[in-house]
Nanobody, 125 residues
Framework: QVQLRESGGGSVQAGGSLRLSCAAS??????????VAWFRQAPGEDREGVAF???????RYADSVKGRFTISKDDAKSTLYLQMNSLEPEDTAMYYC?????????????????WGQGTQVTVSS
């Protein structure tokens, strides 16, 4: 069972940067076989996927964050990262990391069976 724990959230001004981390524990030496992703959920909104990384290193981003966010993974540390630059007030949300075993990297949140508890990101104008 993979357990995920996010960290690195906080409050920044528009234009600033943050790096989120997601540490995997419990049999985490298999994390290299997982698709990993970052989702976010703003108050009153659905949870949306913003960045995805498959087990082969392929990445995909939501249009709203393309060019500003970068997803990366360090298998040796069993840690997933989300580098967020040029942050905008619209990026304010709770951010969650998620994982699902296999080569497929779906955009639908219900297909992910491992989730962290979330970390809050607040961007002020």
């Amino acid at each position: 069972q993979v357990q995920l724990r996010e960290s690195g959230g906080g409050s920044v001004q528009a234009g600033g940067s943050l790096r989120l981390s997601c540490a995997a524990s419990e049999y985490a030496n298999t994390i290299g076989y997982y698709c990993v992703a970052w989702f976010r959920q703003a108050p009153g909104e659905d949870r949306e996927g913003v960045a995805f990384r498959n087990r082969f290193g392929g990445v995909r981003y939501a249009d709203s964050v393309k060019g500003r966010f970068t997803i990366s993974k360090d298998d040796a540390k069993s840690t997933l990262y989300l580098q967020m630059n040029s942050l905008e007030p619209e990026d304010t949300a709770m951010y969650y990391c998620a994982a699902v075993y296999g080569s497929d990297c779906p955009i639908e949140r219900h297909r992910y069976n491992h989730w962290g508890q979330g970390t809050q990101v607040t961007v002020s104008s």
